[in-house]
Protein backbone atom coordinates (compact mmCIF):
# COMPACT_ATOMS: atom_id res chain seq x y z
CA UNK A 1 0.00 0.00 0.00
CA UNK A 2 1.45 3.06 -1.02
CA UNK A 3 1.66 6.35 1.53
CA UNK A 4 -1.01 7.79 -0.75
CA UNK A 5 -3.72 5.81 0.56
CA UNK A 6 -3.64 6.38 4.30
CA UNK A 7 -6.06 9.22 5.21
CA UNK A 8 -4.34 12.10 6.20
CA UNK A 9 -7.24 13.86 8.56
CA UNK A 10 -10.62 13.47 9.07
CA UNK A 11 -13.62 14.86 10.83
CA UNK A 12 -13.16 12.83 14.36
CA UNK A 13 -9.72 13.20 14.10
CA UNK A 14 -10.12 16.73 13.70
CA UNK A 15 -12.99 16.94 16.44
CA UNK A 16 -10.73 14.94 19.28
CA UNK A 17 -7.93 17.51 18.28
CA UNK A 18 -10.46 20.83 18.71
CA UNK A 19 -11.61 18.65 22.53
CA UNK A 20 -8.08 17.93 23.30
CA UNK A 21 -7.11 21.85 23.02
CA UNK A 22 -9.97 23.28 24.83
CA UNK A 23 -9.45 20.84 27.35
CA UNK A 24 -5.27 22.03 27.63
CA UNK A 25 -6.55 25.46 27.61
CA UNK A 26 -9.40 24.84 30.35
CA UNK A 27 -6.87 23.11 32.55
CA UNK A 28 -3.87 25.72 31.95
CA UNK A 29 -6.54 28.72 32.92
CA UNK A 30 -7.10 26.89 36.16
CA UNK A 31 -3.50 25.88 36.75
CA UNK A 32 -2.92 29.73 36.44
CA UNK A 33 -5.91 30.97 38.80
CA UNK A 34 -4.99 28.10 41.13
CA UNK A 35 -1.24 29.60 41.52
CA UNK A 36 -2.66 33.32 41.53
CA UNK A 37 -4.55 31.80 44.50
CA UNK A 38 -1.70 31.43 47.05
CA UNK A 39 -0.92 35.07 46.60
CA UNK A 40 -4.58 35.96 47.56
CA UNK A 41 -4.68 33.81 50.14
CA UNK A 42 -2.65 31.00 51.03
CA UNK A 43 -4.58 28.80 53.14
CA UNK A 44 -7.20 29.08 50.66
CA UNK A 45 -7.01 26.42 47.69
CA UNK A 46 -9.42 25.32 44.90
CA UNK A 47 -10.94 22.19 45.58
CA UNK A 48 -10.76 19.36 42.38
CA UNK A 49 -14.81 18.96 42.69
CA UNK A 50 -15.48 22.81 41.84
CA UNK A 51 -12.58 22.34 39.11
CA UNK A 52 -14.66 19.54 37.95
CA UNK A 53 -17.77 21.71 37.76
CA UNK A 54 -16.41 24.47 36.25
CA UNK A 55 -15.27 22.16 33.65
CA UNK A 56 -18.75 20.27 33.49
CA UNK A 57 -19.97 23.82 33.07
CA UNK A 58 -17.69 25.12 30.40
CA UNK A 59 -18.49 22.42 27.98
CA UNK A 60 -22.44 22.62 29.02
CA UNK A 61 -21.98 26.11 27.82
CA UNK A 62 -20.61 25.15 24.37
CA UNK A 63 -22.85 22.10 23.56
CA UNK A 64 -25.80 25.02 24.44
CA UNK A 65 -23.72 27.42 22.17
CA UNK A 66 -23.45 24.72 19.61
CA UNK A 67 -27.36 23.74 19.68
CA UNK A 68 -28.72 27.40 18.95
CA UNK A 69 -26.23 28.18 16.20
CA UNK A 70 -26.70 24.74 14.54
CA UNK A 71 -30.78 25.27 15.18
CA UNK A 72 -30.94 29.01 14.10
CA UNK A 73 -28.64 27.64 10.57
CA UNK A 74 -31.39 24.81 10.49
CA UNK A 75 -34.27 27.41 10.30
CA UNK A 76 -33.03 29.49 7.71
CA UNK A 77 -32.02 26.65 5.53
CA UNK A 78 -34.79 24.23 6.30
CA UNK A 79 -36.56 25.57 2.85
CA UNK A 80 -33.54 25.48 0.63
CA UNK A 81 -32.07 22.04 1.96
CA UNK A 82 -35.83 20.51 1.41
CA UNK A 83 -36.52 22.05 -2.27
CA UNK A 84 -32.91 20.65 -3.10
CA UNK A 85 -33.80 16.85 -1.76
CA UNK A 86 -36.86 17.56 -4.00
CA UNK A 87 -34.92 18.47 -6.88
CA UNK A 88 -32.24 16.06 -7.07
CA UNK A 89 -32.09 13.30 -4.14
CA UNK A 90 -35.64 12.14 -5.20
CA UNK A 91 -35.78 13.86 -8.40
CA UNK A 92 -37.17 11.05 -10.36
CA UNK A 93 -39.16 9.52 -7.87
CA UNK A 94 -41.03 13.22 -7.29
CA UNK A 95 -40.56 13.50 -10.93
CA UNK A 96 -43.24 10.08 -10.93
CA UNK A 97 -45.44 11.10 -8.50
CA UNK A 98 -46.07 14.61 -9.38
CA UNK A 99 -47.06 13.75 -13.08
CA UNK A 100 -50.39 12.61 -12.70
CA UNK A 101 -51.56 15.16 -10.24
CA UNK A 102 -50.47 18.21 -12.39
CA UNK A 103 -53.08 19.89 -13.90
CA UNK A 104 -52.94 23.11 -16.17
CA UNK A 105 -53.27 26.38 -15.35
CA UNK A 106 -56.00 26.92 -18.21
CA UNK A 107 -58.08 23.55 -16.62
CA UNK A 108 -57.75 25.05 -13.08
CA UNK A 109 -59.28 28.57 -14.21
CA UNK A 110 -62.07 27.32 -16.27
CA UNK A 111 -62.40 25.13 -13.12
CA UNK A 112 -62.74 28.20 -10.79
CA UNK A 113 -65.07 30.13 -13.29
CA UNK A 114 -67.09 27.22 -13.35
CA UNK A 115 -67.67 27.30 -9.39
CA UNK A 116 -68.01 30.66 -9.18
CA UNK A 117 -70.74 30.78 -11.45
CA UNK A 118 -72.39 28.19 -9.41
CA UNK A 119 -71.89 30.22 -6.35
CA UNK A 120 -69.17 27.66 -5.11
CA UNK A 121 -67.17 30.34 -4.25
CA UNK A 122 -64.85 28.14 -1.43
CA UNK A 123 -64.03 25.64 -4.00
CA UNK A 124 -63.44 28.42 -6.56
CA UNK A 125 -60.50 30.37 -4.56
CA UNK A 126 -59.22 26.70 -4.13
CA UNK A 127 -59.09 26.50 -7.75
CA UNK A 128 -57.04 29.60 -8.24
CA UNK A 129 -55.29 28.68 -5.15
CA UNK A 130 -53.95 25.70 -6.82
CA UNK A 131 -53.60 27.74 -10.32
CA UNK A 132 -50.77 29.86 -8.41
CA UNK A 133 -49.10 27.12 -7.47
CA UNK A 134 -49.16 25.36 -11.02
CA UNK A 135 -47.76 28.32 -12.21
CA UNK A 136 -45.20 28.46 -10.08
CA UNK A 137 -43.85 24.90 -11.27
CA UNK A 138 -44.29 25.67 -14.69
CA UNK A 139 -42.31 28.98 -14.41
CA UNK A 140 -39.74 26.70 -12.52
CA UNK A 141 -39.63 29.21 -9.36
CA UNK A 142 -41.03 26.41 -7.17
CA UNK A 143 -41.72 23.06 -8.11
CA UNK A 144 -44.35 21.02 -6.76
CA UNK A 145 -43.45 19.13 -3.40
CA UNK A 146 -46.25 18.25 -1.72
CA UNK A 147 -45.12 17.87 1.97
CA UNK A 148 -44.57 21.75 1.70
CA UNK A 149 -47.02 23.73 3.86
CA UNK A 150 -48.23 27.21 2.82
CA UNK A 151 -46.16 28.89 5.49
CA UNK A 152 -43.00 27.51 3.54
CA UNK A 153 -44.03 28.36 0.47
CA UNK A 154 -44.36 31.87 1.49
CA UNK A 155 -41.19 31.84 3.60
CA UNK A 156 -39.81 30.22 -0.07
CA UNK A 157 -41.24 32.82 -2.01
CA UNK A 158 -39.34 35.99 0.48
CA UNK A 159 -36.27 34.48 -0.18
CA UNK A 160 -36.30 34.01 -3.86
CA UNK A 161 -37.46 38.00 -3.55
CA UNK A 162 -40.77 37.63 -5.25
CA UNK A 163 -42.56 40.91 -6.15
CA UNK A 164 -45.08 41.82 -5.12
CA UNK A 165 -45.33 39.42 -2.20
CA UNK A 166 -48.98 40.76 -1.62
CA UNK A 167 -51.05 39.07 -3.90
CA UNK A 168 -49.23 35.79 -2.92
CA UNK A 169 -50.12 36.28 0.67
CA UNK A 170 -53.93 36.87 -0.44
CA UNK A 171 -54.47 33.34 -1.64
CA UNK A 172 -52.15 31.72 0.73
CA UNK A 173 -54.16 33.07 3.47
CA UNK A 174 -57.38 32.47 1.88
CA UNK A 175 -56.01 28.69 1.33
CA UNK A 176 -55.24 28.84 5.08
CA UNK A 177 -58.67 29.97 5.98
CA UNK A 178 -60.48 27.04 3.41
CA UNK A 179 -58.62 24.46 5.13
CA UNK A 180 -58.44 25.33 8.67
CA UNK A 181 -61.13 27.67 9.24
CA UNK A 182 -64.90 27.99 9.99
CA UNK A 183 -64.83 31.14 7.25
CA UNK A 184 -67.53 31.27 4.83
CA UNK A 185 -66.23 32.71 1.46
CA UNK A 186 -68.45 35.40 -0.56
CA UNK A 187 -68.23 36.78 -3.50
CA UNK A 188 -65.89 39.19 -2.68
CA UNK A 189 -63.53 36.54 -1.55
CA UNK A 190 -63.48 35.40 -4.63
CA UNK A 191 -62.72 38.57 -5.99
CA UNK A 192 -59.64 39.52 -3.87
CA UNK A 193 -58.05 35.78 -5.18
CA UNK A 194 -59.07 36.03 -8.74
CA UNK A 195 -57.40 39.99 -8.72
CA UNK A 196 -54.09 38.49 -6.48
CA UNK A 197 -53.89 36.24 -9.09
CA UNK A 198 -53.77 38.59 -11.87
CA UNK A 199 -51.34 40.47 -10.21
CA UNK A 200 -49.07 37.68 -9.99
CA UNK A 201 -48.97 36.05 -13.61
CA UNK A 202 -48.92 39.74 -15.11
CA UNK A 203 -46.13 40.97 -13.56
Known sequence: MSTEDFVKTSWDWQLSLFRQRIGEWVEYELYRFDNVLPEISPDWKLSPWVTNLLTFLFWLVVILFVAVVILR???EFQPYIYAWLANNGNGGNAKSKASPENVSVT???ERSQQLYRQGNYR???RCLYLAVLQHLHDTKILPHQY???DAEYLQLLK?????PLQPYETLITTHEQ???GNAQMQEENYQQCRQAYREITEK
Open 73 to 75: LWR
Open 147 to 149: SRT
Open 159 to 163: LGNQT
Open 123 to 125: EAC
Open 107 to 109: TLL
Open 178 to 180: LCF
